[in-house]
């Protein structure tokens, strides 16, 4: 890459006790900043002091939604190494991501240098407790002004950081999810297999009536029949019916994710049975009633989230006795092992940053 200019802040902000973290709510002192234009590229790569953004009114994606976002962590380990997990995964990601938008594609390797250079400069706010991490959230967005349905001419990417704690209150206890027949998030064919701020608003509604239900998330189906398992709001589905571990497959409808693909990885690895198929929600009911269930979800947020409860059509079905399962702890305590350094890392996921 070339250098990146860093203009340290003047007025550092003090980092809150890491007892009291939520998730999303308190920002570091930085900002990663790049440009780019048509005829010139990616260029400028600038790590300044964390602060809002002029856009003018008729900036493409307030009016056409032309931008995309990933997230990744930093995880601040008992020997005091900061580690960023799978950070090259999710370099290429963004980028199909981008290619789903129209976003010129951006050298993977100028993306993860992108954060690790700015997790170095704030490392103070990668936070030491248990369960916490510090946050990465890089963002494109289309900067050209014109009110006109085109790709843009301009692009801005930036990465902010955010010291968090768990991103469910309920932590690692299972979860409530609501699977809607009612409602769709993405359709195949469409932008399902993107991570774009459209995909998150249209789950919006159908979230809000799940939470007003008493539930944590909802369980998307398919757009076409409302049949088949898509994906839950912020993360993959995954579960244990008998021997056979399932999870729908990636039918462009749904998100590639890191923490599925390590999910997956480490079941292999273990000699589970693994498909990767379509699964009907007829079939998750029936697991339920008949006791040979356990179900997960899986994602950058909450690393892996048991499921205790699921709902449909008006009725509740408990799994595993609303307790998180064997294999779900297993697998939990595993990934976040890796990633505080404590587990063997065979496939070199967590990647050290700098000694804090």
Known sequence: MTNIAITRTTSPKQTPPDETLAFGKVFTDHIFLMNYDEGKGWHSPRIEPYGPFTLDP???????????????????????????????????????????????????????????????????????????????????????????????????????????????????????????????????????????????????????????????????????????????????IMMRIGDEIVTPALNGAILAGITRDSTLTLLRDWGYRVSERPISIDEVTAAAKAGTLEMWGTGTAAVISPVGELGYKGEKYVINGGRTGELTQKLYDTIVGIQYGTSNDAHGWAKPVARG
């Open 58 to 236: 008729a900036c493409c994606v307030l009016h056409y939604g032309q931008g995309i976002f990933d997230g990744l962590k930093a995880f601040r380990g008992h020997d005091g190494q900061i580690r960023i997990f799978r950070g090259a995964d999710h370099a290429k990601r963004l980028n199909r991501s981008a290619h789903y938008l129209c976003i010129p594609e951006m050298d993977p390797a100028v993306v993860e240098e992108s954060f690790r250079a700015l997790v170095d400069v704030d490392q103070r706010w990668v936070p030491s407790l248990a369960g916490t991490s510090l946050y990465i959230r890089p963002t494109i967005i289309a900067t050209e002004t014109f009110l006109g349905v085109h790709p843009s001419h301009s692009y801005q990417y930036f990465v902010i950081l955010c010291p968090v704690g768990a991103y469910y209150k309920e932590g690692m206890n299972p979860v409530r999810i609501l699977a809607s027949d009612q409602h769709v998030r993405a359709v195949k064919g469409g932008l399902g297999a993107a991570k774009t701020m459209a995909n998150y608003a249209a789950s919006l509604y159908g979230a809000e009536e799940a939470q007003k239900a008493g539930y944590t998330q909802v369980l998307w189906l398919d757009a076409i029949e409302h049949k088949y398992l898509d994906e839950v709001g912020t993360m993959n």
